[in-house]
């Protein structure tokens, strides 16, 4: 089972590597044999998201974005029932949706911590949404602000905190008003695979835009999805298959 970690056990842990010229990795794990195996690989960090069992079942990430499911409770029981007991000492956090008018967050929060999430990132978000359609969000009262509250309870409960941003307004807001432990700022769509974005932007377009938000959040690391757990086994599942059918034997 996952050891649970106080933020600042937390913090020492990832301040540890940087000091040692390492850099802090953070990669989504959809089941608990992906989270067994990146743990083995030296992580730094595990984050469970809804995003992670779609892409596990075939499908794109942006399907944790649609009215499909339950985030929240996808990710408790992910959690709870094939994460956590797969991983033993790399620290675990929950992606959690901020915007959830159904539940008591701040009891949801402790529920969380219980099992064992040692800290907590606000994803789903409303972040990713811009136009009408965010601006219609915000003036309705179901906007990033409540992402931002869910981050600082859940610093009051002694979570580390991962902030979500995708743009240079929402990047300065959390940075003020959240004070999240570690910042990420989200550079677009992964490209390549069965599932991703052919249209996304080149790694050197993604490094500028990334390079511009650093200089408001001066945090460092890589976090990593459909990269971890999708493209690392597509191709070594189809080419295993195929070995195995390649296989011939005498006619009869």
Same mark, same amino acid.
């Given at each position: 089972?996952a050891?649970?970690?106080?933020r600042?056990? *937390?913090?020492?842990?990832?301040?540890?590597?940087?000091?040692?010229?390492?850099?802090?990795?953070?990669?989504?794990?959809?089941?608990?044999?992906?989270?067994?195996f990146i743990?083995?690989?030296?992580?730094?960090? /595990?984050g469970?998201?809804?995003?992670?069992y779609?892409?596990?079942?075939?499908?794109?990430?942006?399907?944790?974005?649609l009215?499909?499911?339950?985030?929240?409770?996808?990710?408790f029981?992910?959690?709870k029932?094939? /994460?956590?007991?797969?991983?033993?000492?790399?620290?675990?956090?929950?992606?959690l949706?901020?915007?959830?008018?159904l539940r &008591?967050?701040r009891?949801f929060?402790?529920?969380c911590r219980?099992?064992g *999430?040692?800290?907590?990132h606000n994803f789903?978000?409303?972040?990713?949404?811009?136009g009408?359609f965010?601006?219609?969000?915000?003036k309705t009262g179901?906007?990033?602000?409540?992402e931002? &509250?869910?981050?600082?309870?859940?610093?009051?409960l002694?979570?580390?905190?991962?902030?979500?941003? *995708?743009?240079?307004?929402?990047?300065?807001?959390?940075?003020?008003?959240?004070l999240?432990?570690?910042?990420? *700022?989200?550079?677009?769509?992964?490209r390549?695979?069965?599932?991703?974005?052919?249209e996304g932007?080149s790694?050197?377009?993604?490094?500028?835009?990334?390079?511009?938000?650093f200089?408001?959040?001066?945090? /460092?690391?890589v976090?990593?999805?459909?990269? /971890?757990?999708?493209?690392?086994?597509?191709?070594?599942?189809e080419?295993?298959?195929?070995?195995?059918?390649?296989?011939?034997f005498?006619?009869?």
């Amino acid at each position: 089972m996952a050891k649970r970690y106080s933020r600042k056990e *937390f913090v020492v842990r990832l301040r540890s590597e940087i000091e040692r010229g390492r850099p802090l990795v953070m990669t989504g794990a959809g089941n608990g044999i992906a989270a067994k195996f990146i743990e083995r690989g030296g992580v730094d960090i /595990i984050g469970v998201y809804n995003t992670g069992y779609f892409r596990m079942q075939g499908y794109g990430s942006l399907a944790g974005m649609l009215p499909m499911a339950d985030a929240n409770e996808m990710v408790f029981q992910m959690g709870k029932r094939e /994460i956590l007991p797969q991983v033993n000492e790399v620290p675990v956090v929950a992606g959690l949706n901020g915007v959830d008018v159904l539940r &008591d967050m701040r009891l949801f929060l402790e529920e969380c911590r219980y099992i064992g *999430f040692s800290g907590v990132h606000n994803f789903p978000t409303v972040a990713w949404f811009d136009g009408e359609f965010r601006n219609t969000l915000e003036k309705t009262g179901l906007g990033y602000q409540m992402e931002i &509250d869910m981050l600082n309870t859940a610093r009051e409960l002694d979570m580390l905190t991962i902030g979500y941003a *995708f743009n240079q307004q929402d990047t300065e807001l959390l940075m003020t008003s959240a004070l999240p432990d570690i910042f990420i *700022f989200h550079a677009g769509i992964t490209r390549g695979g069965s599932t991703g974005y052919e249209e996304g932007g080149s790694l050197a377009e993604m490094a500028e835009r990334t390079q511009l938000h650093f200089e408001i959040a001066k945090k /460092i690391g890589v976090q990593l999805g459909s990269s /971890i757990e999708r493209m690392a086994i597509e191709k070594p599942l189809e080419e295993r298959s195929a070995a195995f059918k390649d296989v011939h034997f005498p006619k009869r």
